[in-house]
C-alpha cells in the first residue's frame, strides 16, 4: 500500500469522524485519486460512492421505476400493493415498507441502500456497521421527484436519461396546467383512514398539486401535526368555518370501504351539507396509487386525474 493511499485513508477516516454518523453513510475508504460519484443526499449528507452500483436495495416501492428508467440494478425491495412494476415482482423482498426486515436486507449483499426520508432512516446505524453506503431520498412532491431522478442518475452514471425524464415530464405538466382556466378555487384536502381524517398541507402529493394549478388550500397556515408535517389536525367546524368549493380526498386503507363509510357520515351530518363543495356535489375520492404514495415519474397521471375531476368536459377522451 502507498504512502499516498495511506494518507488518503486517513483524510476520509477524519472527515467521516468529524461529520459523525448521521452525516454519513457507512465509512467507506476512498482514494482520493478516483471515485465513481459524490451525492449530497436529502439528508444533506454527501455520499462517495468508490464504484457504480450494482446490487441496489430499496426500502420505498416508489423507488422502483425512476431507478430502473435511468438503468441502475436493483435487487430487494419492500413489499407494496399499490406500487409494484411487473419486472420487480420477483426481486427479493425486505419486508414491509413500515417494517424493513434488517435480515432480508442484509442478505441481498447490497453495494448501496436507497432509504425513504421521514420513514427508514433507523437503518442507517446497522448500514453504517455493515460498511454498505445509504442514500436517504424523499419522493412526494413534484420538486423532490425532479431531484430524486438526479441522485438516481448519478446512481447510474446515466445523467442524460434522467435529464430526459425531467424535460418531459415538465413540458406534460405545463401543458396539462395551461389547459385549466385560471380561476382561483378554494380547496380542502382530507386524507382517511380507519383511525380518522386529517387534513392535508401544501407538502403533501395532493396539496402540491393544488398548488401547481393555482388553488388555494383552505388549509395552508395550519398547524401541522407533530409527527406529520404535511398534515394537521381535521376539525369539522374549522372546515365549515373554511368552507371549500372543492374538497378532495386521499385515503389509506380499503378505498371502497373508507369511501363508503365516509359517504354515509357526511349524509348524517347536517354540518357537512351546509359545506359549498357538500351542497355543489364537488367532492372527489383521489386514486391511491397516484395520491397515497408518490406517483414517481407518472406525476403527470396525477396532476391530469386532478384536472379532469374538476374539468371533465377539458379532458374528456374526445380532447
Known amino acids: 500500500m502507498t504512502k499516498k493511499f495511506l494518507s488518503a485513508i486517513l483524510i476520509a477516516g477524519l472527515f467521516l469522524s468529524g461529520c459523525g454518523a448521521e452525516k454519513n453513510s457507512a465509512p467507506v475508504e476512498v482514494s482520493q485519486e478516483k471515485v465513481f460519484a459524490t451525492i449530497e443526499d436529502d439528508a444533506g449528507r454527501n455520499i462517495v460512492l468508490e464504484k457504480k452500483p450494482e446490487r441496489i436495495v430499496v426500502t420505498s416501492a416508489g423507488f422502483l421505476e425512476p431507478l430502473h428508467a435511468v438503468g441502475a440494478e436493483v435487487v430487494g425491495r419492500p413489499d407494496s400493493k399499490n406500487q409494484m412494476p411487473d419486472w420487480a415482482k420477483n426481486l427479493a423482498s425486505v419486508g414491509a415498507v413500515y417494517q424493513i426486515d434488517t435480515e432480508r436486507l442484509l442478505a441481498c449483499a ?59 415530464m415538465d413540458e406534460a405538466i405545463k401543458d396539462i396546467v395551461e ?112 395520491f397515497l404514495l408518490s406517483p414517481g415519474l407518472r406525476y403527470p397521471d396525477a396532476v391530469k386525474k386532478m384536472a379532469e375531476l374538476i374539468y371533465p368536459e377539458i379532458f374528456s377522451a374526445k380532447n
Request: net charge negative; glycine share 6%; hydrophobic share 45%.
Open 110 to 168: 447490497p453495494d448501496l441502500v436507497v432509504v425513504n426520508k421521514g420513514m427508514n432512516e433507523k437503518l442507517l446505524p446497522v448500514l453504517e456497521e455493515n460498511k454498505i453506503p445509504a442514500l436517504v431520498v424523499e419522493l412526494k412532491t413534484f420538486d423532490d421527484v425532479k431531484r430524486g431522478l438526479k441522485i438516481f442518475s448519478a446512481v447510474s452514471g446515466n445523467t442524460q436519461a434522467g435529464e430526459k425524464i425531467i424535460r418531459d
Open 179 to 290: 389547459r385549466v382556466p385560471k380561476k382561483n378555487l378554494r380547496v380542502a384536502i382530507l386524507h382517511s383512514t380507519a383511525q380518522g381524517l386529517t387534513v392535508q398541507l401544501d407538502g403533501s402529493i395532493a396539496g402540491s398539486i393544488v398548488k401547481m394549478f393555482g388553488w388555494e388550500n383552505v388549509a395552508a397556515g395550519m398547524t401541522p401535526l407533530e409527527k406529520n408535517p404535511d398534515a394537521a389536525p381535521y376539525s369539522m367546524e374549522t372546515l365549515a368555518e373554511q368552507n371549500p368549493e372543492i374538497i378532495f380526498v386521499t385515503s389509506m386503507g380499503d378505498a371502497d370501504e373508507i369511501k363508503s363509510n365516509m359517504m354515509k357520515a357526511i349524509e348524517s351530518n347536517d354540518a357537512w351539507q351546509a359545506i359549498g363543495a357538500v351542497k355543489n356535489n364537488r367532492l372527489y375520492f383521489l386514486p391511491q396509487d397516484l
